[in-house]
């Protein structure tokens, strides 16, 4: 930031107290006053080289102090529509076509050869010598045609109730995985949504427990060894997307010149923010984002790190693209995720969406995002389940 920059920064900080108390008069609710004060600061940071010194700038940042209430209040109006529309009218006499085009979409997804042993079985009765006559197959074989039928048509009647961008992507990511959330007797709604709403209430209830928890399966020691391979971080822009209670945000702040700390669960950021205030982290800015949905400016920052985030995300893919964009060129993604894995009863505990990716997909995702693999690394967590990370370079 050259002189004239912190010139205006620092009036920009001299009106905190009056931004603050103007988005708390307007909430009514000191927390999300603050969420907004952060956002309002980031805004103008972003715009720190286009900003005149000699103009008003407390008008400047009431002004997009004042869009952000707006913004606020209008997304918190469409939020509760939206609730309401999907949870809770729910029309019982609809059940009956429910269920019929869940049927006629997993039919059609049969080959026509497994859809015809399906329906001379299910529809007509036929029983496995009359199959093996009809079809001229020995019992056995109609047994495995039969079988693998029946397999695909379950999976296509539950993959009926997923979001359509997952009926579209059914080929590319592990859909299986999804297929764990439906219940169909009571699915209303985006099940990916309900799902993702119930990893946040997760992650309030063990907010205090979350750093012993994260240490089952990335200890500190991998940490170090990620920040010794990335080497100097003194003037860098670091993103930490998902930070939780803040493990890597605080740790990158101590060596970094600014950090921005992404995370969307409010009790996590009260954690983090306590962290903060604590350590004194001046150059720690925490900021309230859904990192489904990134708000950052393209080539703004020189590393990323995603921990423990990629298996929560519903597109991954995407996500890795959109986050090569934030980075400037020569920048690094910081990947630490699960590899692929069976523990269901783990992944249902923390409500995760995927039972992780093997390290080449993401590879390859990384790739189509115009990423290099530079560095990379696979242990064993305490849970059993492998975990590794990756740093790529853009």
């Not at 042993?117 to 009359?130: P, S």
């Given at each position: 930031m050259n002189k004239e920059a912190e010139k205006i920064w620092q009036k920009l900080r001299s009106y905190e107290s009056e931004v603050f108390g103007f988005l708390k008069r307007s909430l009514g609710d000191g927390e999300t006053a603050r969420d907004l004060f952060q956002e309002v600061y980031l805004k103008a940071l972003e715009n720190i080289d286009r900003l005149d010194a000699d103009r008003s700038l407390k008008n400047w940042l009431l002004t997009v102090a004042r869009n952000?209430?707006?913004?606020?209040?209008?997304?918190?109006?469409?939020?509760?529509?939206?609730?309401?529309?999907e949870n809770h009218i729910v029309d019982a006499g609809h059940d009956d076509e429910i269920e019929e085009g869940a049927v006629q979409f997993a039919l059609k997804a049969l080959p026509e050869r497994q859809?015809?042993?399906?329906?001379?079985?299910?529809?007509?009765?036929?029983?496995?010598?009359?199959l093996s006559s009809e079809f001229g197959l020995?019992?056995?074989?109609?047994?495995?045609?039969l079988n693998r039928a029946r397999s695909n048509f379950k999976k296509h009647y539950q993959l009926y109730f997923l979001p359509d961008w997952v009926k579209k992507n059914s080929g590319k990511l592990?859909?299986?995985?999804?297929?764990?959330?439906?219940?169909?007797?009571?699915?209303?709604?985006?099940?990916?949504?309900?799902?993702h709403e119930k990893s946040q209430r997760f992650f309030s209830d063990i907010r205090h427990e979350w750093d012993k928890l994260r240490e089952r399966f990335f200890p500190e020691e991998r940490l170090r060894e990620i920040f010794n391979r990335l080497g100097s971080l003194e003037n860098k822009i670091i993103l930490d997307a998902g930070s939780g209670a803040g493990m890597i945000a605080v740790k990158a702040a101590l060596r970094a010149k600014r950090v921005f700390a992404a995370e969307i669960n409010p009790s996590m950021i009260r954690q983090l923010r306590m962290l903060k205030e604590k350590l004194v982290l001046r150059n720690l800015i925490i900021i309230r984002n859904d990192i489904r949905r990134f708000c950052f400016k393209p080539q703004s920052a020189d590393a990323v790190f995603a921990t423990l985030v990629l298996h929560h995300l519903p597109r991954p893919e995407i996500w890795l693209k959109e986050t090569a964009a934030v980075l400037k060129k020569g920048g690094r993604l910081v990947i630490v995720d699960f590899d692929r894995h069976g523990n269901k009863q783990l992944?249902?505990?923390?409500?995760?969406?995927?039972?992780?990716?093997?390290?080449?997909?993401?590879?390859?995702?990384?790739?189509?995002?115009?990423?290099?693999?530079?560095?990379?690394?696979?242990?064993?967590?305490?849970?059993g389940i492998p975990v590794y990370y990756q740093i790529y370079e853009k």
């Open positions: 952000r209430v707006i913004n606020y209040y209008r997304d918190k109006s469409r939020r509760q529509f939206e609730s309401i529309n859809k015809r042993i399906f329906l001379k079985r299910e529809l007509d009765g036929l029983n496995y010598n009359e020995t019992p056995a074989a109609v047994n495995s045609l592990p859909v299986e995985d999804l297929l764990r959330f439906i219940h169909v007797s009571s699915v209303h709604g985006d099940v990916v949504r309900q799902a992944a249902d505990m923390m409500h995760d969406l995927w039972l992780g990716f093997p390290p080449d997909l993401v590879k390859r995702w990384a790739n189509q995002a115009q990423l290099e693999l530079v560095d990379s690394r696979t242990w064993n967590s305490e849970e």
